[in-house]
């Protein structure tokens, strides 16, 4: 009997360290501490609020089913923070796509300075918002450097973020700060084109329009698709600076989700705060889930 014992204990050994040796379990292994955390910090979280979400309170609630949603619909503050931040997301979205890649393909030329300029692209990505937030009040206050430089050429001063110039200056701040990230994106992206592709085209005759359309862009779909989320993304976390900038309540242009759902949290209407989550992750999800459906679309079209 203990002979038995031993030899299954033996055995039971032999096969847990035959599965561990696997790369499909060397990749488990290695993964399970970010799953245990993206879970217990992310996943559960968004759970629990989705649940709370259909509740009336947080605490011996009752099942409302969808009230909270209908009365976040019906509010005139939700509504203008929805669109505002839609409205921004579409037009610093396409700005930025187009502003990274034009300086990517500037920086892979040989160009004077070109690791200096590479260096300086990157410098907003490590400078801590809170610390350059005060140089962006500076420069849009009523009495700052940037009116100061147009009433000296003549021009009136602009109350930048008291009134609709105030999506401006966000778009600004967020494409100063996001442009270094899908810089160096495309840059990857661009490093990883055979020359031999553009000198056989520029042997045919094709221009340069045909050679960004045919080659570059074709070889940056996937660069492309990923640069897309992650700029959607960053978009819905312009709510720091224009935070810090505007402060709690800004001007109604610059009134995001994130205001709102902040606003919220502070009059503790955890209700409508996890309503509110929910929906903006839903719209986040059909975001991505559509681009994935036309980026799959597009390589079949392209084999």
Known sequence: ?????????????????????????????F????????????????AMGLFYSFMDSTVNG?????????????S??????????FYFSAVSVPLILALSLGLAMLLNKNIYLRKWLRTAYVLPLVVPVASIILIWQILFDWNGSLNAWL??????????????????????????????????LFLAGLQQIPKDYYETAQVEGAGRLRQFSSITLVYLTSTMFFVVIMSILNSFKVFRE????????????IYMMQHFMNNMFTSLDIQKLTAAAT?????????????????????????
Not at 6 to 27: E, L, N, T, Y
Not at 32 to 45: C, K, M, Q, T
Not at 62 to 74: N, P, S, T, W
């Open 1 to 29: 009997m203990k002979k038995w014992g031993f030899w299954h204990g033996f055995m039971v050994k032999r096969k847990i360290i035959k599965w561990i040796r696997k790369d499909s379990a060397a990749a488990w292994i």
């Open 31 to 46: 993964l399970a501490p970010s799953g245990i955390g993206f879970a217990l910090f992310y996943l559960i979280p968004f």
């Open 62 to 74: 009752e099942f409302v089913g969808l009230d909270h949603y209908r009365e976040l619909i019906a």
């Open 76 to 85: 005139n503050s939700f509504r203008k923070a929805s669109s505002n931040t």
């Open 151 to 184: 009433s000296g050429f003549g021009f009136e001063r602009v109350d930048w973020m008291k009134t609709d110039a105030a999506r401006n200056v966000i778009i600004i701040v967020y494409l100063w700060k996001n442009v270094g990230y899908n810089v160096i």
């Open 242 to 253: 224009t935070y810090l900038i505007a402060g709690d309540y800004p001007h109604d242009s």
């Open 279 to 303: 929906l903006m992750v839903g719209c986040i999800l059909l975001i991505v889930m559509g681009l994935f459906a036309l980026e799959r679309r597009y390589r079949q079209f392209m084999e």
